[in-house]
Nanobody, 123 residues
Framework: QVRLVESGGGSVQAGGSLRLSCAAS???????MGWFRQAPGKEREGVAG????????HYADSVKGRFTISRDNAKNTLYLQMNNLKPEDTAMYYC?????????????????WGQGTQVTVSS
């Protein structure tokens, strides 16, 4: 069992920045961790993922060059640095963790979810 707690969401004007944090506790062994987001009326989509085996990352095309996923292993914390935010980034952002049999890309195969933190970007 893994517990994930997000923080760092809030309201910001377009062009601004936020850094989301996800603190993990419990059984923290995992294959990957990532960030998903869901806007009203939209499907939950993968934003960024980090794979612990080799440290590789992936990003949704919509956030490449603007968002950076990273981790602090000592603190069991995952981060999402979001720069040059746009109104279309407005969504509830969820931290995710998966075992090898799960996914940090496909929301239907995520093993553990955080409660979400709201990000609102105004124009």
């Amino acid at each position: 069992q893994v517990r994930l707690v997000e923080s760092g969401g809030g309201s910001v004007q377009a062009g601004g920045s936020l850094r989301l944090s996800c603190a993990a506790s419990g059984d923290t062994t995992s294959y990957c961790m990532g960030w998903f987001r869901q806007a009203p009326g939209k499907e939950r989509e993968g934003v960024a993922g980090l794979y612990f085996g080799d440290g590789s990352t992936h990003y949704a095309d919509s956030v490449k060059g603007r968002f950076t996923i990273s981790r602090d292993n000592a603190k069991n914390t995952l981060y999402l640095q979001m720069n040059n935010l746009k109104p279309e980034d407005t969504a509830m952002y969820y931290c995710a963790s998966s075992r090898l049999s799960g996914s940090c890309y496909d929301s239907l195969r995520v093993n553990y979810w955080g409660q979400g933190t709201q990000v609102t970007v105004s124009s």
